[in-house]
């Protein structure tokens, strides 16, 4: 089993509506969650990070985690053409480095 | 403020060769990874500094791989005698908590 697991897509939205990204992880000790974005050529680019239990919003992004169940998801709301990207989910597993998930590519359709 | 920088860009090499990638974190920053990003791959961790710690070398893929980094700030990553499945984009990431912010890579390329 993976540590950090994400269904690589890709995962297709109609524009304006709600993208849903789901990641699972292995480490129970797990403490800090990260989602990144990366286009195609580029490096991640950090866009939400959750410590506790429940949803954490900013601005078209929340990031949900229950970490009685292991996963931590990101919902992008008012999906924009501009949202298409692979969005990898990071973990902390024990080591102080990130550990991270393959990552899901989302297209967001005009 | 300045972001991570790195250098070079990119890198094509030989095979044989040892080359040296550099990266510059954000100023403050006291941990400093090294990832790797093979294509169409997943991140995989090298190593990682923490002020004057000793560093977590237990990603580097073998003895050919090196880092270190100088005066708490500018680290360089050497791989000595290339070999072609080095070919990846190096990332770098500094962090002063928990949140990394990456540098833009280093694309290296063994012919």
Known sequence: ?110 | GAGVSQSPSNKVTEKGKDVELRCDPISGHTALYWYRQSLGQGLEFLIYFQGNSAPDKSGLPSDRFSAERTGGSVSTLTIQRTQQEDSAVYLCASSFMDEQFFGPGTRLTVL
Do not use: H
Request: hydrophobic share 30%; net charge neutral; proline share 5%.
């Open chain 1, 1 to 110: 089993q993976k540590e950090v697991e994400q269904n690589s897509g890709p995962l297709s939205v109609p524009e304006g509506a709600i993208a849903s990204l789901n990641c699972t992880y292995s480490d129970r000790g797990s403490q800090s969650f990260f989602w990144y974005r990366q286009y195609s050529g580029k490096s991640p680019e950090l866009i939400m990070f959750i410590y506790s239990n429940g949803d954490k919003e900013d601005g078209r992004f929340t990031a949900q985690l229950n970490k009685a169940s292991q996963y931590v998801s990101l919902l992008i709301r008012d999906s924009q053409p501009s949202d298409s990207a692979t969005y990898l989910c990071a973990v902390y597993t024990g080591r102080r480095a990130l550990t991270f998930g393959s990552g899901t590519r989302l297209q967001v359709q005009p």
